[in-house]
């Protein structure tokens, strides 16, 4: 039976975990296993603080979700690392801001 999407927004490998480990295992398709093992595996956060920090980061530098979600899935820890995340979107943003998002990424880190 077909599935009807009721809602689509950007996720963090966290986000995508949390949800598929709320489905039983014989609900998941074989695609949806291999993301939940991938999850698993390179989730750098807990879901609900990955979902803080993508808020924080489009908040408070006015990046676009879809960044600050790249950037929670790679928990950058350089400057260069932060800007090759950030590389293709449209805005360039300064080095002072890169550090400031650095330090809240770091923040982030330490909680975890």
């Known amino acids: 039976m077909p599935r009807k999407i009721l809602e689509q927004a950007e996720a963090s490998t966290a986000e995508a975990r949390k949800i598929l480990e709320r ?8 695609f949806q296993k291999r993301v939940l ?7 750098k956060l807990k879901a ?3 979902r803080k920090l993508v808020e924080e980061l489009t908040s408070d530098f ?3 979700r879809k960044g600050a ?3 929670v899935n790679c928990m ?17 943003l300064t080095t002072e ?12 880190r330490e909680k975890e």
């Not at 489905?23 to 074989?30: P, T, V, Y």
């Not at 950058?76 to 360039?92: H, Q, Y």
């Open 62 to 64: 006015g990046i676009d």
């Open 69 to 71: 979600v790249q950037v």
């Open 48 to 50: 609900e603080r990955a």
């Open 97 to 108: 801001e890169l550090e400031g998002m650095l330090k809240v990424i770091d923040k982030a």
């Open 23 to 30: 489905a039983d295992e014989e609900e998941l398709g074989e």
């Open 37 to 43: 093992e991938y999850a698993q595996k390179f989730s």
């Open 76 to 92: 950058p820890k350089s400057v260069g690392e932060l800007r090759a995340a950030l590389s293709s979107k449209v805005r360039t």
